[in-house]
């Protein structure tokens, strides 16, 4: 593809099927969002709530959320008449709850810095950036137990994979979570990743 054709792309995000999703016909998966636009910061990002969410009183929270994450605009379904549109009538908006939607729809600074806030900005940057160092640092140490405790089980003929163990340690978390206002499921794949990783410096010859 020729770099000057890629001021014609766009992209929609419309959500994705996911069996598992109770709140809105299309899971928002905002992180698969997040990272093209990570990886394609010239590709214009199109939101699509009505196709998210299939259910009228539930896009203008999507809406919010794209704006917030930084997406150049939104694509709303709208119809004078939702109950008698010949489809997707659940996620129709009327013209007045469109602009109803539009009015209070908050749009954030895009660009990286300001008068108001640069400095301050730099400053939590800074404290993301050292605590970044203090997590890697930290799963460093966790990776290389990780690794003695598998030379332990080798030693010792003891299988490499505890399920109770496991099982007791994400019921652990579950609770600290809990007390330090972390989401559960967040905390779930977090460790399971963690889990994984472990497992292969355990299995390691």
């Known amino acids: 593809m020729k770099k000057s054709n890629i ?5 929609i995000h419309r959500g994705f099927h996911n069996h598992q999703e109770l709140v809105y016909r299309n899971s928002p998966r905002w992180e698969l969002a997040i990272e093209l636009k990570t990886l ?4 214009p990002i199109i939101c699509d709530p009505s196709h998210i969410t299939g259910k009228k009183q539930l896009v203008s929270g999507i809406a919010q959320q794209a704006m917030d994450i930084g997406f150049d605009g939104l694509m709303i379904e709208t119809h004078p008449d939702p109950i008698n549109a010949l489809s997707d009538a659940a996620q129709q908006l009327t013209p007045a ?3 109803k939607l539009m009015i209070a729809l908050v749009t954030r600074e895009t660009s990286q810095y300001n008068m108001a806030n640069g400095n301050q900005l730099e400053i939590l940057r800074e404290r993301i950036n050292q605590t970044d160092e203090h997590l890697l640092q930290v799963l460093s140490s966790r990776m290389n137990i990780a690794k003695s405790i598998g030379d332990y089980k080798k030693e010792n003929s003891i299988s490499i994979l505890q399920t109770a163990r496991w099982e007791e340690i994400i019921g652990s978390l579950h609770q600290r979570a809990e007390h330090l206002n972390l989401n559960k499921d967040f905390v779930t794949k977090l460790y399971n990743c963690i889990h ?10």
Do not use: A, R
């Open 7 to 11: 001021k014609n792309i766009g992209v």
């Open 40 to 43: 394609f910061p010239d590709i």
């Open 97 to 99: 709850e469109l602009e």
């Open 196 to 205: 994984d990783e472990s497992i292969k410096k355990q299995t390691q010859h």
